[in-house]
Every structure is written in structure tokens, then in C-alpha cells.
């Protein structure tokens, strides 16, 4: 997949450390402007993440308009208002479309090509990079980048040390390290004197302090509502599908709350509302109306017309009966007590899974240090950010892999705009 020895080649224009969506991008607009673009990555192949993404069929954008995206943005949204703007999820489609990959709408407006195939998406990327004459480097990792006279020294962890008027950090975060997302580029960003805010996991799942979720383990909760409130505030309050799982809760209303956690999950009240469409008067006359029809029957086997099955015995012990206890014989007041617990069952997060198992990562580059306009840091003319290194991140639903690729393309233009100029 090289294009040359680096040996052959004069000192590139713009030189990308890392070869995800964002670096990609990055180094095929910088081209597409111009710029002679060196692009090192160090795995084996492009694109390692992108092939995991979308559970393999990679969900390439979104197509919520501007305000739609930044609301699912919650840290930093602004930030990202310029690189959107200037690239967003037409673009996408459209560039994708160009370069021999369609794509197509699915349920939530997320986009993904046509063939469900991530790789295609990789391919169309590199075949665009070819075309435009980017030089690829693989098994190629960078141990330093520091800024020396007009431009840069790029040193090679296997050795030697390339030049270079501006360099573009696209090496990812450290979530799925499997991928080569190491945290290399947070190092990159503090020797040039960027701070680099605490970094977790977002999207990812939640664990729980009692043992009762793994009784349901593998049970999705479809159609209800996960609230959580830090005193007064709600912080998250959203509708979807959830999942049981061996160390507490996940599925995607779950990764979603992951997101705005505080660092003290104690601080969060979290809970889940099984009958969302009702209200607790509606709740409490179904209630009144199942017992009345079911009166000897046992309480699990009439929760089976309110919850899945294998839930129903979990849900009367959380509430303090026997699964076996017949209904007729239930007072009012705990009626209502299971009323409420199907309202508002209590979810005690006490952590998350390690940031490896995370979907993207939490924190990164100060984006105060970064210009939102061109992704330039502040501090060291002519080193650029772009993608998971910097401290923005999303919901699921493509709206990260458009942050890359939004991000990367700003980056890359305004790179070649700042390296030709010299």
C-alpha cells in the first residue's frame, strides 16, 4: 500500500501522523489543496477503526442538520461549529459517492454505504488518497514531533527523523487500543504546550454495585426511559433500548448516559422508567385492573403481561414480595410500591467499564488551545489537530466518525493553505 520510500521523497508540505477517518481525510484534502502529504501510520493497514465501527458496516455520518448535531455533542459543541459547517454529512455522502462508495439512510438518520461493508469505506479513502498523490507509509510510528526553525522534525520510533513544514495529529484516543489508538498524540500535544484534560471512556457501559443485573444478563429493554439528576439538574433524560450485562448495564440509551456521567458516579441518580407512555395514575389503574382479572394467580406470572419473563421475579424481589405471592392478596400500599419501581427503578451506577472497552474517548487536546477555525494550535504555529485527540466526542449514530472527518478536512485544508504560504 506504500507509494514510495520515504528516502526518495523531498520533505513533505504536510505531514499526518495517523491513518484513521480523521488523519484520511486529513491528508486527502491537504492534497486535493495542493500540498505535497506524507501520511504515517503505524499499523499494518489504514483504517484499523473504521473496520469496527457500525459493528462492522461503519455508520459514516448522520444526517441531522447543524443544530440537530451539535445537540449530541455534550462537551465542547461549539467548537466543532466551524469544521461542520465547512464540512458536513452532504459532504460526506457526496465525497464518499465520488470515490465509488454509496451510501444509504437507516432508522435515526444514520448513513452507511450500501454495501454494509466498513471496508469499502477505508478503501474509497485511500483510493482517494492515491489518486491525489499522497505518499503512505505503514508499520511507520512516530515517537516525537517538535516544532525546529520554519518547520518540523518528525522523529521515527524505528529511527531516523523526517522534516516537515506542518504536521497534522491524527492518532486517535485510547479507546480500543487494539486499533492503535495508544494515546500517542496527547504525548505529541504536550511537548508542544498543550494540556491535555483527563481522559475516561464515553460511550460505554455502566457498572452497577448489586449483584441483580447479572441475573438478567443478555435481557434488552426495549422502549423505556433512563433519567439520571445530579441534585435538581437532569443531566440526561432519553427514550431507547437498553441491556442487562454481566458487570451491570449497556446498550445504546446506556453508552448514551455514559457520556454525561460526572467523574463521581455516586453524585448521579439514575433511574429507569419501564412504562414510559403511562403516568403513575395510568400505571397504578393497570395495575389495579390485572390484579382484579388474575387474582390468584402468583405476582411473576402476572408481571409477564408488564415486563419480559426472565424480569418479572427480579422486579418483585426489588420491591420487596415474592414472586409467588398471590396478587389478590397484595395491599394497596404495595401496589403502589411496585407502581412507583416501574416508574422509577433505581440504577446505582458506581463506575464504568475501563476506557479500553469504550467507543470513543473522553477528553483529549485542550480545545482552548486550538483554533476552531482551522484546528491550528494556538501555541505552536503549524501543528494541527484533528479527530478523537481532542477533547470534543458525541452520541452514537455516526456523529464521531463525522466529527473525524469533519475536523480532519479543516485540518488538512487549512494545513496546505498554511504550508504553501511559506
Sequence with gaps: MNTGSMSEKTAPDVLVVGGGAAGMMAALQAAWAGAR???LEKNEKLGKKIYITGKGR????????????????????????AAVRQFGQEDVVSLLEMLGTPTKVERGGRVFPVSDHASDVTRALHRGMTDAGV???????V???????????VRLAQGGELRAKCVIVATGGISYPSTGSTGDGYAFAKENGHSVTPLRGALVGLTIGEKWPQLLQGLS???VRVSARIGKKKIFDELGEMLFTHFGVSGPLILTLSSHMPDDPAQAVVTLDMKPALTPEQV??????????????????????LMPARMGPVFASLCGLSPELPVGQITREQRHALGAMLKALPLHIDGARPVEEAVVTRGG????????GSMMSKLTPG?????????VDAHTGGFNLQIAFSTGALAGRKAAEFALAL
Design 37 to 39: 502529504v506524507l501520511l
Design 58 to 81: 461503519c455508520n459514516v455520518t448522520n444526517t441531522a442538520d447543524v443544530e440537530a448535531f451539535m445537540r449530541e455533542v455534550p462537551r465542547n459543541p461549539r467548537f466543532l461549529s
Design 135 to 141: 505518499q503512505v507509509e505503514l508499520n511507520t510510528a
Design 143 to 153: 515517537s516525537q514531533v517538535r516544532r525546529e526553525g520554519e518547520g518540523f522534525a
Design 221 to 223: 429493554l426495549k422502549n
Design 284 to 305: 397504578d389503574l393497570r395495575l389495579q385492573r390485572e390484579f382484579a382479572e388474575n387474582a390468584r394467580k402468583q405476582l411473576s406470572s402476572v408481571l409477564l403481561t
Design 365 to 372: 487536546v485542550n480545545v482552548l488551545e486550538v483554533v476552531p
Design 383 to 391: 501543528l494541527f489537530f484533528a479527530g478523537e485527540v481532542l477533547d
